[in-house]
């Protein structure tokens, strides 16, 4: 009986150590190390305009419909763009619902960026990501969409081609994936220059 009390003891004791160290001590390290080390990123990469208010964040799409913005992929997640559903169609290559949606996007891509009916049309343009969330779209994409967007906002089209060059990430570790651009932020961008144009 004797044994099988310390035993107890011993299990509740290292259990409460545990709680402590596990629960408490690091997570709390980790919380710190990510504030002192890199900020931003561990707060969500909120996008702040310049009187303060978080606009959204760079790790996330957000639903732009306007001729004077570029358009992120389609999104599945919930009722599109919605963080607290992300996730992709689920439909599969020989998916007939797949291949008809794809069509129609494909046709109203091209409709609104003024494109002949046969031109090619990237795939990120026309079907959503595993997460429905991806902030990024692909160069071609965003080249494609220049037009109307230089057109919607009186801009040059070399002035709107600058901006997506110097919004366009490289491939990760310099060798995974393709370059992307973050519509977020180049569409912010874009309004801060239509309002200098402006002045």
């Not at 070399?158 to 995974?176: E, K, N, V």
Request: aromatic letters at 6%; charged letters at 15%.
């Amino acid at each position: 009986m004797k044994t099988f009390l310390t035993e107890i003891r011993t299990s509740l004791l290292l259990t409460l150590v545990f709680a402590v160290l596990l629960c408490g001590a690091y997570p709390l390290v980790v919380w710190a190390g990510a504030q002192a080390l890199f900020p931003a990123q561990a707060n969500g990469s909120l996008v702040v305009d310049k009187d303060g208010t978080v606009c959204g964040s760079a790790l996330l799409a957000q639903s732009f419909t306007s001729d004077k913005y570029f358009q992120p992929r389609p999104s599945a997640a919930g009722t599109g763009y919605d963080a607290t559903s992300s996730g992709g169609t689920n439909l599969g290559p020989t998916s007939q619902k797949l291949a008809d949606s794809i069509k129609t996007a494909v046709a109203a891509y091209r409709t609104v960026n003024g494109l002949a009916s046969d031109a090619a049309v990237p795939a990120d343009a026309v079907t959503s990501s595993g997460s429905g969330l991806d902030p990024h779209i692909s160069l071609a994409n965003a080249q494609l969409q220049a037009a109307r967007v230089a057109t919607a906002r009186g801009l040059p089209r070399a002035s709107i081609f600058a901006l997506i060059a110097s919004h366009t990430d490289g491939r990760s570790l310099g060798a995974l994936g393709e370059p992307g651009v973050n519509v977020l932020l180049l569409n912010r961008t874009l309004d801060d220059a239509s309002k200098s144009s402006a002045r």
